[in-house]
C-alpha cells in the first residue's frame, strides 16, 4: 500500500474527511446554534439581527459539508452508501430542513406581515434545532454500530430505529454544543440589549450541556462496547477527554472580560477534541457492526483506490489553500458587529 | 409501486426541479458581469442599477439553487447504494472536485457580491461578481464531467466480481475527457446563458411594452440580445457535436431519438412525428435519409437501428426519448429564427417598435427553460437500461435496503416542499420585478435624479 510520510492514503484520507466534518460542525455549529437561540429573541429587529450576523457567512459554511460529502463518497464509497442508505429517514428528513432553513433565510425579512415573519421564525428555529440534533443522533448511531450483514448491507429497522436512547443522548450534545458555539458567535457580533440577552442565555447553554455531555458520557463508558479498552490500550487518548473539558471550562472566563473571539476559538477546540475523540476511538473502523465485527466498514474495506485516493489527495493540496484563501477575505470583509443596511436579510 | 421505480421518480423530480435555478443563474450571471463591467469602463450608473436589480433576482434563484442541489449530493447514497459503491472511485471525485473547486469560489465570493455593495471597493465588487459566475461554470463542468462519465465511461476498469466489483480509475484526464464531456459542458452552458438571458429579455420586453423604465430597459435588452443570438446560433453546432458523438458512443440511444429500429439502414430525420413501439413504425413529417446525411454525410449511409440491441438493451420509451429530443430541437431553432429576427430589426431601426415581437420575448423565458428540461429527459432516458453504459444497470444501481415506504414518505415530502418552494420563488421574482429596479414614483423621469 502506498504511503505518504508512513502514513498510508485511506488513513491520510481519514484524516481530510475528519478535518472536513470538524470544520463543518465547527462554522456551521454556530449558524445552526444561532438559529436554535431565534426564538428566545423576543423582538423582531433582535432577530433580523441574528440572521444578519450569519448572512454574508453561512453559504461559505455550507461548503465545508458539500466538500466533506464529496470527500466521503470519493474516497469512501462504501461508507458512503452503507450510512446513507441505512439512515435514510434521518438523511431524508436532514436534507429537507437545510432546504426550510435556506428558505427561511432568504424570505423572511422580504415582507412586512407580522404572520409571514413569525411563520418564517418558527420554521428557522425548528430547522436549526433538529439540524443539529439529527447530526448528533447519527453520529450516535455510528459510534453505537449498525446491524450489518454481508457485502455491507443494512439489516436494521426501517423507519424509527436510528431513534435509540444514546442516539438521542448524543442529539442533546450537538445541539447543546451548537447553541453554546452559536450563543458566543452572537455575542461577538451583536451589540445592545440583544447582548445582554445573549450573556443570560449563553449561560443556559453551557449548562445544558454540561449536563446533556455528562450524561452521554457515562452512557458510553458504560455501555458502548470497546470504549473502555480503547482506553486501557493508549492511555493518551485520555488527555482528548481531559483538554475538551479544559477547553469548555476556559469559556465562562473569557466571556466575562468580553474576549468573545477567544472564547468562541476555545468552544471550537472544544468540538475539536470531542471529534478526534471520535475518530480515534473508530478507527480504522468508519461504521461498526452489531453482528460481526467482520462485517463492519472500515477506512480499508471502504477506500477507493490507491490511485484515486492519490489523485484526491493532490486536489486537497492544491485546492485547500485556495479555500482557505477565500475565506479568509471573506470573515475579514464581515469583520466586526452586524450592520443591517439595504442589501441586508 | 417498487423501490426502483419510485427512486427513479424521486431521483428525477427532485434534479428536475433543481435544474430550473442553476442554468439561471448561470446566465443571469453572465449577463450581470457583462453590466457591471460596463459600469466600471462607462461609470453610466444605468448600468449599476441593472447590476444591482439583476443581483437581487440572482440571489433568490442562487440561494434555491444551492438548497435543492445539496439534496441531490446525497441522493446518490441515499437512493443508489449500489451504484454509489460502483463508481465512488470516479464519480464521487468528480463530486468532490466540484465542491473543492467550484463550489467553495461561488459560495465564499457569494457573500462579497450580495453584501458587499458597502464594504468593497467597486473593482472588488466585480471581482467577486466575476468569481461567483466562474464558480458557477466550474460547477457544471464537474458535474457534467461525472455525468458524461455514465454516458461514455472511459479512464478505469472494472475491479471485482459480482456484489464486490466496482469501477477503478485509470486514467484521470482521460476520464474527465471522456467522448462525451466536452461537447456536452460547452452545450450545456449555453443553455445555461440562454435560461438566464431570455429571462432578462423577458422582463425587460415587459417594461418596454407597460412604458416603465424604458432607458435602462433598451440596453439590457440589446445586451442580452447579442448574447441569446450569438449562443443559440452556436448551440447548434455543439447540438450537432454532441450527436455525432452519441452515435458513436451510444448508438441506442440516437436510434431511439430519432425511432429508427431497422437493424442496419438509412435513418431519416423527423421534423415531428409519433412513435409506436408495438409497430415500430414512426408517423410523421421527415427528410428521408436525413439523420444519415448528418452523421455521414450521406443519405444513403445506414445507420445501427434499436433492433441490433437486445431486447433489454434498448431504452424502454423511445416515443418519450423521440418526442423530448424533438421538442428541444424545435425550441432550439425558434430562439434562433426569434433573436435573428429581432437582431434584424435592431439593424434597421425598428426593435422596439413591434409590440407582438415584445410579447413574444416576454413569455419566451419558458422556451429555453423546457429545452433544458426535456434535453436532458432525452439524454437520461435514452442511456437506459444503463445507469453506467455497458456495465450497470438501473435495475441493479437502486438501495436495496432501503423499502418502497421509506421512499414514497421522503417523495411526498418533497412533493410538498419544493411546491411551496416553487410558488415561494415565483411570487417572490414576480414582486420584485413588479417592484422595478428603482422607485418610478419618486423618479418621473428616468432614474438619473435617483443616483
Known amino acids: 500500500m502506498e504511503t505518504f510520510l508512513g502514513i498510508d492514503y485511506p488513513t491520510l484520507w481519514y484524516l481530510v474527511v475528519g478535518l472536513l466534518f470538524s470544520g463543518y460542525a465547527i462554522l456551521e455549529g454556530f449558524d445552526y446554534g444561532a438559529g436554535a437561540w431565534h426564538l428566545f429573541f423576543k423582538k423582531d429587529l433582535s432577530r433580523r439581527i441574528a440572521i444578519n450576523a450569519i448572512g454574508p457567512l453561512w453559504d461559505a459554511n455550507q461548503v465545508w459539508l458539500i466538500i466533506g460529502g464529496g470527500a466521503l463518497f ?55 434545532t433538529l439540524i443539529a440534533f439529527l447530526l448528533g443522533v447519527v453520529l450516535g448511531n455510528v459510534l453505537q454500530g449498525f446491524e450489518i450483514g454481508e457485502n455491507y448491507t443494512y439489516k436494521g429497522g426501517i423507519f424509527f430505529a436510528f431513534l435509540s436512547p444514546y442516539a438521542i443522548m448524543a442529539g442533546f450534545t450537538t445541539l447543546s454544543l451548537f447553541m453554546t458555539q452559536g450563543a458566543i458567535f452572537l455575542l461577538l457580533k451583536t451589540e445592545g440589549r440583544l447582548h445582554s440577552r445573549l450573556t443570560f442565555l449563553l449561560k443556559k447553554g453551557m449548562i445544558f450541556f454540561i449536563i446533556s455531555f455528562a450524561v452521554t458520557s457515562l452512557y458510553t463508558l458504560i455501555f458502548l462496547p470497546g470504549v473502555t479498552d480503547r482506553f486501557k490500550e493508549q492511555p493518551l487518548f485520555f488527555t482528548l477527554p481531559i483538554l475538551a473539558f479544559l477547553a469548555v471550562a476556559n469559556v465562562p472566563r473569557l466571556v466575562s472580560k468580553k474576549k468573545y473571539f477567544q472564547a468562541l476559538i476555545f468552544s471550537s477546540l472544544t468540538m475539536a477534541f470531542l471529534l478526534m475523540l471520535v475518530a480515534f476511538q473508530l478507527y480504522p473502523v468508519l461504521l461498526p457492526s452489531t453482528i460481526d465485527p467482520a462485517f463492519s466498514v472500515t477506512i480499508y474495506n471502504a477506500a477507493s483506490s490507491q490511485k484515486s485516493l492519490g489523485i484526491m489527495l493532490t486536489m486537497v493540496v492544491v485546492g485547500a489553500p485556495l479555500l482557505a484563501g477565500y475565506l479568509i477575505f471573506l470573515y475579514k470583509t464581515f469583520n466586526g458587529k452586524v450592520q443591517l443596511d439595504d442589501t441586508s436579510y | 409501486m417498487d423501490t426502483e421505480i419510485l427512486a427513479r421518480i424521486q431521483f428525477a423530480f427532485t434534479i428536475a426541479f433543481h435544474y430550473i ?36 433576482i440572482f440571489a433568490i434563484t442562487f440561494g434555491i439553487g444551492v438548497a435543492t442541489g445539496i439534496i441531490m449530493e446525497f441522493e446518490f ?39 458587499g455593495w458597502n464594504r468593497v471597493s467597486p473593482k472588488v465588487h466585480f471581482f467577486s461578481t466575476i468569481m461567483v459566475f466562474l464558480g458557477s461554470m466550474f460547477s457544471a463542468v464537474w458535474i457534467v464531467v461525472a455525468n458524461s462519465w455514465q454516458q461514455t465511461p472511459a479512464g478505469y476498469h472494472i475491479v471485482g466480481e459480482g456484489f464486490d466489483a466496482r469501477a477503478e480509475v485509470t486514467d484521470f484526464w482521460a476520464m474527465v475527457f471522456n467522448p462525451s464531456s466536452v461537447d456536452r459542458i460547452i452545450h450545456v452552458w449555453q443553455g445555461a446563458f440562454l435560461a438566464g438571458t431570455f429571462l432578462v ?52 440511444k440516437l436510434a431511439a431519438m430519432e425511432g429508427h429500429y431497422e437493424k442496419s439502414a438509412p435513418a431519416d430525420l423527423y421534423l415531428f412525428g409519433w412513435v409506436d413501439d408495438e409497430t415500430q413504425e414512426v408517423t410523421g413529417i421527415k427528410l428521408p435519409g436525413g439523420l444519415s446525411f448528418l452523421v455521414h454525410q450521406d443519405f444513403e449511409e445506414p445507420i445501427t437501428g434499436l433492433n441490433a440491441f437486445p431486447e433489454n438493451e434498448r431504452p424502454g420509451q423511445v416515443n418519450a426519448v423521440f418526442q423530448f429530443y424533438h421538442i428541444m430541437i424545435s425550441i432550439g431553432m425558434f430562439l434562433i429564427g426569434l433573436t435573428l429576427y429581432a437582431c434584424y430589426l435592431w439593424w434597421r431601426g425598428t426593435l422596439f417598435d413591434k409590440k407582438w415581437l415584445l410579447k413574444i420575448f416576454a413569455y419566451s423565458v419558458l422556451l429555453p427553460q423546457i429545452a433544458n428540461q426535456v434535453g436532458w429527459f432525452a439524454a437520461e432516458m435514452g442511456r437506459q437500461p444503463w445507469i453506467v453504459y455497458g456495465h450497470l444497470r438501473t435495475d441493479e444501481g437502486f438501495s436495496q435496503e432501503v423499502s418502497s415506504n421509506q421512499i ?25 420585478i413588479k417592484h422595478g429596479p428603482y422607485d418610478e414614483a419618486k423618479n418621473p423621469d428616468e432614474f438619473l435624479k435617483y443616483v
Open chain 2, 77 to 115: 447514497g441515499t437512493n443508489w447504494s449500489v451504484y454509489s459503491r460502483y463508481v465512488g472511485d470516479i464519480f464521487g471525485s468528480a463530486l468532490a472536485a466540484e465542491g473543492l473547486f467550484a463550489f467553495g469560489l461561488e459560495s465564499t465570493f457569494l457573500g462579497i457580491l450580495l453584501f
Open chain 2, 408 to 432: 414514497l414518505f421522503s417523495l411526498i415530502l418533497f412533493l410538498v416542499v419544493y411546491t411551496v418552494l416553487f410558488l415561494l420563488f415565483i411570487y417572490s421574482v414576480n414582486k420584485k
Open chain 2, 21 to 56: 435555478y442553476p442554468p439561471l443563474s448561470i446566465g443571469i450571471g453572465l449577463i450581470m458581469a457583462i453590466m457591471e463591467g460596463l459600469y466600471l469602463k462607462t461609470g453610466n450608473k444605468q448600468y449599476e442599477v441593472l447590476t444591482r436589480f439583476w443581483l437581487k
Open chain 2, 201 to 252: 429579455l423577458s422582463v425587460h420586453a415587459y417594461y418596454l411594452l407597460k412604458g416603465r423604465y424604458v432607458e435602462i430597459s433598451k440596453k439590457a435588452f440589446k445586451i442580452s440580445l447579442v448574447v441569446a443570438t450569438i449562443i443559440s446560433l452556436t448551440q447548434l453546432l455543439s447540438g450537432h457535436s454532441s450527436a455525432d458523438g452519441v452515435a458513436v458512443n451510444q448508438p441506442a
Open chain 1, 74 to 128: 470519493a474516497g469512501f464509497p462504501v461508507m458512503y452508501a452503507t450510512m446513507l442508505s441505512a439512515m435514510y429517514i434521518p438523511f431524508m428528513l436532514f436534507l429537507l430542513l437545510l432546504v426550510l432553513r435556506s428558505s427561511a433565510i432568504k424570505f423572511r425579512s422580504s415582507e412586512e406581515m407580522k404572520w409571514w415573519r413569525t411563520t418564517w421564525d418558527i420554521i428557522y428555529f425548528i430547522s436549526n
